[in-house]
Structures are given as structure tokens and as C-alpha cells.
């Protein structure tokens, strides 16, 4: 026993000290994963549009990531926009909240802090109570006099930094605070009195508070939905992850329209799918109802962008394996290419079914066996950008290339045995069930047998008497 907790000792230690070497290193020393389809898959889309406008220095190119607990903290997304902007350059950080405000763990890059008294809802929320914009969060306050501020890891180039915020009676006066004088903020409007007020930097920061004053007397709200950073040209890349959110999150949006087309993104990623299917291993009658909806909301808002579903990793939950995993993989495919979206097979490259347990062996998932650790978010931004630049290799070496897959899609949902699943709730597994599981000899009753301490005091006795001849030797 002690020989193997020793070994997982020296296992976390050697993790430690080479994370860098061990995230950044070759895939090929993970063979659990499958390397060999780490791919952008496609059916009639033609990608020449996209790759054109990426590799055209004078221009911007923007991905709208949204996703749930495994996106938001943006280790996985944080490593993305490093690589991508060390390449094609610095955009912008793009999309933060004040999280502290929303009592939720921040993005990995900055933290933040706020005075006054603010209310908050999120994508989560079956109804939210205050209007929800792209970033799935808001806040409001009523309060004379408010504040948050955002403190980054390490300082940023920035030309522009835009509020999205909504003041019905304009009883409330907004002050950026960001270590300069500012000139006055130039107002987007959108609809129901909210706006996208935008200030010029134009230089480097690593924090700024804005103040929120009540200039009237009277009892209006001011509410906010986050702050974005830009540059004008290059790569920007967007984190609009909340922690626990289903597909059905997007749809909740009520300022979706108009603030996803003030920041136009080129390739909009949808990636949920793990809280839709974890807590009643079922795929849901209406979950591709919801799904093909959120693309159509998409499609209707950007009618030239690219949108990208994914399909979710291998789970165990309370003892349990995750099996619809396998059928999720299936149903994004499917919807995936009936309505020409690109598709990321996460399930299939990741290692597929019962494929958690060698990412949890190696270090890179945590005990709960659902998400990763820093390291194996890390290495899977790897795997996605590798992903994206085998495909960009294969499409320019194959010009007019038009589909790319490994599998074909399923020809009907009724191979899934959809059913309701909101009533449906995964049980522990049971110490018989977990005997079985480690194929243990079957014993004659379903509990374990607990040795009395009369045995425990004696086996302890005798290691002690065993251990005082050899000191006497």
C-alpha cells in the first residue's frame, strides 16, 4: 500500500515540475488518444472563405467559444488564444466579466472585485431575472454609488474597451478608470434603451474600474453584461463559457442578436453537451430540437459566419460510466452535417468510451472524472489546434475539398432510443455493483465485511514487534 501511494506521490510531483514540458509536449506520448482523426470534420462546406479572411493580415478574425465549466475557467480557450494570436496576431482579449460579482470562479488570466450591492443571473437559471447578453452573465445595482474592477495577470495592448450595459432612464453617470484620462464613450445602441459604450485606449493596461454614479433621484437600475477588448486587426478569441449550462443557454440570451453582431465573430463554437446529458446518462427527446434551434438562432443573426459543434468527452459520475456519451457523439454528427456545420469528434479523439480513466492515470482529469486539470486542458487546446492546422493543411492540399470525415452519420435519431429524460436521476453505485466492477470474488452478502479491532490491534501489535527485533539486529 505504501509502495503505491509513493508512486502517485513521485507521479504528482514529476507532473509539477515538467507541466510545461508535459502539456506542451508530443501527443504521440499519449497513445490512449486517437491522434490519427484529430481532424475538423466537414460534409459541403466550403472552408476557403474562412481561411482566406485567417490569413489576411489587414483584417480581424473573431471565434465566439460557448461552452460550460470546461470553457469558463479558460485554461483550455486561454492556450487557444495564445497560440492563434502569437501567429496571426493580437485582436484583443475579447469578452470578461466580473465574476466575483456573480459569486462564480473567475477566467484563469484576472480577477475582480466590486463595491456596492450588485444582483446577478446567468445562463444556468431556468428564468433569469435580469436580461442576459453573450457573455451569459449579468449584474445590476440600484445602489447611489457602484463599482467593479478587473486586475489582470499581465498587462494588455488595447485600442478600444466596450461596456454592454443598459440604463432605462439614464439616471446613472458611467466613469472608466483605467490610469489615463479617457475621451467621452462613443454609444452603440441597441434595443430596449441598452447600449455598447466604447472607450479608446490605445495602450497598454493591466486593470480598470468602472464607477457607476446616480446622477437623479429616483429608483432605476443600472445593468451590465460584460466588458470587450479589441485591437481593430487580428486574432481575437472569446470565452462566453458558464459553468453548468445546457444548450437550452443561448436561447435565454434576450441581447443575443444585437450583441453578437457588434462583435461579428468569423467562427462561432458551440460546445455544451456535457450538463445535458451527465446527471440522467440520456439522451433527451427534444435535445435536438434545442440543439438545431441554437444553430438557426446563430445562422439568422451571422448568415456568414461558421459554426462548429463538439461532441463531449467519455464521463463517470457517481461510479458510473457516462454510456450516452457515445450517443451524443452520434446525434452532433448527425445535426452537425444535415445543417453544414464543421464538427470536432472530442468524444472519438479524446479516446472515446471508458477513455476518462487513462486521462485520470496520466494526471491531466481530476478525481471527479469529469473535467480536466490544467495540464489536460491544456493538452487538448493542443489537440484542437493541431486539429485546425491538419485541416487547413488538407484543404489547401486538396483544393475544392468540400467534405472531410471518418464516419458516416447515423441516418435517423430513432438508432439513439430518445426518450424523456427529465425525470430521471443516475443512482450511486451500490458496493455489490462495485464488486462486481473490480471483479472481486462474489461473497455470500451485498456488504463489505468490516474487520473487528481486536484483528486491526493485533496485525498492528505484530508490525511493531517485527520492526523492534530488526532495530535490536
Known amino acids: 500500500m505504501l509502495n503505491q501511494y509513493f508512486k502517485r506521490f513521485l507521479l504528482f510531483v514529476f507532473a509539477f515540475l515538467f507541466r510545461n514540458v508535459y502539456s506542451f509536449g508530443q501527443i504521440s506520448n499519449f497513445p490512449f488518444l486517437n491522434a490519427d482523426k484529430n481532424f475538423i470534420e466537414f460534409q459541403n462546406v466550403d472552408l476557403d472563405p474562412l481561411l482566406?479572411?485567417?490569413?489576411?493580415?489587414?483584417?480581424?478574425?473573431?471565434?465566439?467559444?460557448?461552452?460550460?465549466?470546461?470553457?469558463?475557467?479558460?485554461?483550455?480557450?486561454?492556450y487557444l488564444r495564445n497560440t492563434f494570436q502569437s501567429i496571426y496576431g493580437d485582436g484583443g482579449?475579447?469578452?470578461?466579466?466580473?465574476?466575483?460579482?456573480?459569486?462564480?470562479?473567475?477566467?484563469?488570466?484576472?480577477?475582480?472585485?466590486?463595491?456596492?450591492?450588485?444582483?446577478?443571473?446567468?445562463?444556468?437559471?431556468?428564468?433569469?431575472?435580469?436580461?442576459?447578453?453573450?457573455?451569459?452573465?449579468?449584474?445590476?445595482?440600484?445602489?447611489?454609488?457602484?463599482?467593479?474592477?478587473?486586475?489582470?495577470n499581465h498587462s494588455l495592448n488595447i485600442k478600444k474597451i466596450s461596456?454592454?450595459?443598459?440604463?432605462?432612464?439614464?439616471?446613472?453617470?458611467?466613469?472608466?478608470?483605467?490610469?489615463?484620462?479617457?475621451?467621452?464613450?462613443?454609444?452603440?445602441?441597441?434595443?430596449?434603451?441598452?447600449?455598447?459604450?466604447d472607450y479608446s485606449i490605445n495602450g497598454s493596461l493591466d486593470s480598470l474600474e468602472f464607477v457607476f454614479r446616480r446622477i437623479a433621484v429616483g429608483t432605476d437600475s443600472v445593468f451590465i453584461r460584460g466588458v470587450y477588448f479589441e485591437n481593430?486587426?487580428?486574432?481575437?478569441y472569446n470565452n462566453f463559457g458558464v459553468g453548468g449550462a445546457a444548450y437550452e443557454s443561448l436561447l435565454k440570451q434576450r441581447y443575443f442578436d444585437e450583441e453578437i453582431k457588434s462583435v461579428s465573430p468569423d467562427l462561432v463554437i458551440l460546445d455544451w453537451g456535457a450538463n445535458d446529458i451527465l446527471y440522467t446518462n440520456c439522451i433527451d427527446i427534444n435535445l435536438s430540437n434545442t440543439i438545431t434551434k441554437t444553430i438557426d438562432k446563430v445562422r439568422k443573426v451571422l448568415p456568414n459566419a461558421t459554426i462548429m459543434l463538439t461532441s463531449v468527452q467519455d464521463m463517470n459520475r457517481k461510479g458510473i460510466n457516462i454510456t450516452s456519451a457515445i450517443q451524443f457523439s452520434k446525434l452532433i454528427r448527425k445535426i452537425a452535417f444535415d445543417n453544414h456545420c464543421l464538427l470536432y469528434d472530442w468524444f472519438t479523439i479524446s479516446g472515446g468510451n471508458t477513455g476518462m480513466i487513462h486521462w485520470v492515470d496520466n494526471q491531466l482529469a481530476r478525481p471527479d472524472n469529469i473535467h480536466l486539470t490544467k495540464?489536460?486542458?491544456e493538452l487538448k487546446g493542443q489537440?484542437?489546434?493541431?486539429?485546425?492546422?491538419?485541416?487547413?493543411?488538407?484543404?489547401?492540399?486538396?483544393?475544392?475539398?468540400?467534405?472531410?470525415?471518418?464516419?458516416?452519420?447515423?441516418?435517423?435519431?430513432?438508432?439513439?432510443?430518445?426518450?424523456?429524460c427529465s425525470k430521471l436521476v443516475i443512482k450511486p453505485i451500490t458496493k455489490k455493483q462495485y464488486t462486481r466492477y473490480k471483479k472481486l470474488p462474489k461473497r455470500k452478502t451485498n456488504v463489505l465485511p468490516k474487520k473487528s479491532k481486536a484483528k486491526v490491534n493485533a496485525k498492528?501489535?505484530?508490525?511493531?514487534?517485527?520492526?523492534?527485533?530488526?532495530k535490536k539486529k
Not at 443598459?166 to 479617457?182: D, H, T
Not at 489546434?385 to 470525415?405: D, E, H
Not at 498492528?460 to 530488526?470: C, G, H, L, T
Open 52 to 78: 482566406s479572411k485567417l490569413n489576411n493580415k489587414e483584417s480581424r478574425f473573431v471565434i465566439a467559444h460557448f461552452g460550460d465549466s470546461h470553457i469558463q475557467p479558460d485554461y483550455y480557450t486561454g
Open 93 to 152: 482579449r475579447g469578452m470578461v466579466f466580473p465574476y466575483s460579482i456573480a459569486k462564480t470562479y473567475s477566467q484563469a488570466d484576472f480577477k475582480s472585485s466590486f463595491k456596492g450591492k450588485w444582483f446577478s443571473s446567468n445562463s444556468i437559471h431556468s428564468n433569469p431575472k435580469i436580461p442576459l447578453g453573450i457573455s451569459g452573465f449579468s449584474a445590476s445595482t440600484s445602489d447611489s454609488l457602484a463599482s467593479f474592477k478587473i486586475v489582470f
Open 163 to 197: 461596456l454592454f450595459v443598459s440604463n432605462e432612464n439614464n439616471q446613472y453617470e458611467i466613469a472608466l478608470n483605467a490610469g489615463r484620462k479617457l475621451q467621452d464613450p462613443a454609444s452603440q445602441k441597441f434595443s430596449s434603451k441598452s447600449a455598447r459604450l
Open 232 to 236: 481593430g486587426t487580428g486574432f481575437t
Open 375 to 377: 495540464l489536460g486542458y
Open 383 to 420: 489537440l484542437f489546434y493541431t486539429a485546425f492546422k491538419n485541416t487547413i493543411n488538407r484543404v489547401f492540399n486538396s483544393k475544392g475539398l468540400l467534405s472531410l470525415t471518418f464516419e458516416d452519420p447515423i441516418t435517423s435519431f430513432d438508432a439513439l432510443n430518445l426518450r424523456d
Open 460 to 470: 498492528v501489535a505484530s508490525k511493531k514487534k517485527v520492526i523492534k527485533k530488526k
